[in-house]
């Protein structure tokens, strides 16, 4: 989604920001827009913003980045009523909360009112994140002219625009984002579990059961008196379990490969003890 800006007037200074308190805005902006003075400076348009839906405000407005102000008259809802209409093109602005009084010093000057976007139309309209605070004067500069049926309420309030965060939503996607970065740490850290060892050691022979005892493999390598046919066949017996652990395990290396070789037939297990090792072969 692009980012919503006004049209920032290049009249402005370089490094300009308004954030006017909202006394400012009623002492300086409003009453001058009411009375027909200028403002001090001209960023405020005039802009009807109740023929348009909240979105597209910020290309109307003058200046802004996340926030768009605008003077707007209000219109009635009823002929004969004070109830101000709050419809929009594909919605309606709906008050929250209770009204702010304005003073400036001990006098009381004007009301701030809180409203927000739902979509559709009442009462099962959808509620958006776009908020307006609407600011009018405490008594009115200037009577709306009720001649000829006029539906006219105010000549101008002044409107403050914005789309608020939505917390929660922020909230899950940074849960989401945790863990998604602990799933990927728990992965890496099984994989480099279940990893084969680059070097395979006797010992790690041994607890294969691929190799004999360890008077055989420190023993001399010429034949041993002492060696035992039918031991010996007991060791034989377990290689293809050694073979079938080390697939699971994984895949031996590349570099040890040929040298593993488990190829013990009756005939030399009788004749001399075969022991196996991934670098030597002791016969």
């Known amino acids: 989604m692009a980012k919503m800006v006004g049209k920032n007037s290049s009249n402005l200074p370089p490094g300009f920001r308004f954030h006017p308190t909202d006394e400012e805005l009623i002492m300086y902006y409003l009453r001058n827009q009411a009375t027909s003075r200028p403002c001090p400076v001209s960023i405020i348009p005039e802009v009807d913003i109740y023929k348009f839906d909240p979105w597209q405000l910020p290309e109307k407005a003058e200046f802004g980045e996340s926030e768009w102000y605008f003077f707007t008259p209000r219109d009635r809802k009823y002929p004969n009523g004070v109830r101000p209409n709050r419809a929009a093109v594909s919605g309606y602005w709906k008050a929250t909360g209770t009204d702010k009084a304005i003073c400036s010093g001990s006098k009381y000057v004007g009301v701030k009112k809180a409203l927000v976007f739902y979509k559709g139309r009442p009462p099962k309209g959808i509620k958006t994140d776009w908020i307006m605070h609407e600011y009018r004067l405490n008594e009115s500069r200037s009577q709306p002219n009720k001649q000829n049926g006029s539906m006219r309420l105010d000549d101008w309030v002044l409107c403050r625009i914005y789309k608020k965060k939505n ?107 075969v022991f196996v090792n991934p670098v030597f072969q002791f016969q």
Not at 181 to 202: G, I, M, V, W
Not at 244 to 249: A, F, N, P, T
Request: hydrophobic fraction near 35%; proline fraction near 5%.
């Open 167 to 273: 917390v929660a939503r922020i909230m899950e996607q940074q849960e989401e984002d945790s863990r998604a970065q602990k799933q990927d740490f728990n992965d890496a850290s099984a994989a480099e579990t279940f990893k084969f060892p680059r070097t395979c050691s006797l010992s790690n022979l041994w607890q294969l059961d691929c190799l004999g005892s360890i008077s055989q493999l420190l023993g001399d390598n010429a034949y041993n008196s002492n060696f035992d046919p039918q031991n010996t066949l007991g060791h034989a017996g377990n290689v293809p379990r050694a073979i079938e652990k080390l697939q699971l395990v994984g895949e031996v290396p590349h570099q040890y490969a040929d040298s593993v070789k488990f190829q013990v037939t009756q005939s030399n297990i009788l004749n001399k003890p």
